[in-house]
C-alpha cells in the first residue's frame, strides 16, 4: 500500500517512450500568443501585467548588467508555475517531482552566476569565502565552510522545490484515501476529512506558485552577488 503512494511520482511512459517530455513541452502550447494589436483581450492583458509586475519586483536589486537576465527569469517563472498548476489536477504528472529536473535547471543557472562574477568581478566573487575581519587562525576553516556552502546552493533550491511538491501531493492522495475508507463506515468524520481536503487543495495551489517564486528569487539573489 505504501508502494502504490509513490507511483505518482514514477514517469509515465507509453510504448517503452517516457512521457516526461510532453509534460514539459505542454504548458507552452496553453499560452496566449500576444498579437500586434493595441488594445488585447482581458487574458492576455492579465498575462502582460503580471509578467511587467514579476519581472519589476524581481530585476529592482540588481543593476544594469543583471537585467539581461530579465526574460530568462520570467520565463522560468511562468514555466515552473503552470507545471506545478497542471500536476494538482487528476491523473496527471509533475515534472518538478523530479530532483534530476529541477537539478536540471538549479545546477546550469547557478554555475552562470558563478562564471559571471568570477569573470567581470574575480576579486570580489572570491572574497565571499572570507568574511571581512575573520581571525587568522579561523580563516581556513571559513574558506572551507564557504566553499561548501557555495556548492550545497543548487543542491538546496532543487530539493527544496522537490520535497515541497512531493510532500503536498503525498498529503493529498493519504487524506483522499482517508476519505474513501471512511465514507461508508462515518460519513460525518469523511465530510470533516473531505473540508481539510479540500483546505489542504488550496494550500497546495498557494504552495505551487510560491515554490517557484523563491526557486527563481534565490537565483537572482545569487546573480545579484555576482553582477
Same mark, same amino acid.
Given at each position: ?34 498579437s ?11 498575462q ?22 530579465? *526574460? ?7 514555466? !515552473? %508555475? ?5 500536476? @494538482? &489536477? $487528476?491523473?496527471?504528472? +509533475?515534472?518538478t ?7 536540471g ?33 579561523l580563516?581556513p576553516v ?19 522545490l522537490?520535497?515541497? *511538491?512531493?510532500?503536498?501531493?503525498l498529503?493529498i492522495? !493519504? %487524506? ?5 475508507v @471512511? &465514507? $461508508?463506515?462515518?460519513? +460525518? ?23 517557484a ?15
Amino acid at each position: 500500500m505504501m508502494t502504490s503512494f509513490f507511483d505518482q511520482f514514477a514517469s509515465p511512459s507509453y510504448l517503452g517512450i517516457p512521457l516526461i517530455a510532453v509534460a514539459i513541452a505542454l504548458p507552452w502550447v496553453l499560452y496566449p500568443t500576444p498579437s500586434s494589436r493595441w488594445i488585447n483581450n482581458r487574458l492576455i492583458t492579465l498575462q502582460g501585467w503580471f509578467i511587467n509586475r514579476f519581472t519589476n519586483q524581481l530585476m529592482l536589486p540588481l543593476n544594469v548588467g543583471g537585467h539581461k537576465w530579465a *526574460l530568462l527569469l520570467a520565463s522560468l517563472m511562468i514555466f !515552473l %508555475i503552470t507545471i506545478n498548476m497542471l500536476g @494538482l &489536477l $487528476p491523473y496527471t504528472f +509533475t515534472p518538478t517531482t523530479q530532483l534530476s529536473l529541477n537539478m536540471g535547471f538549479a545546477v546550469p543557472l547557478w554555475l552562470a552566476t558563478v562564471i559571471i562574477g568570477m569573470r567581470n568581478q574575480p576579486t570580489v566573487a572570491l572574497g565571499h569565502l572570507l568574511p571581512e575581519g575573520t581571525p587568522i587562525p579561523l580563516i581556513p576553516v571559513l574558506i572551507i565552510i564557504e566553499t561548501i556552502s557555495l556548492f550545497i546552493r543548487p543542491l538546496a533550491l532543487g530539493v527544496r522545490l522537490t520535497a515541497n *511538491l512531493t510532500a503536498g501531493h503525498l498529503l493529498i492522495q !493519504l %487524506i483522499a484515501t482517508a476519505v474513501f475508507v @471512511l &465514507l $461508508p463506515m462515518m460519513p +460525518t468524520v469523511a465530510i470533516l476529512t473531505a473540508t481539510v481536503l479540500f483546505l489542504l487543495t488550496l494550500l497546495e495551489v498557494a504552495v505551487a506558485m510560491i515554490q517557484a517564486y523563491v526557486f527563481v528569487l534565490l537565483l537572482s539573489l545569487y546573480l545579484q552577488e555576482n553582477v
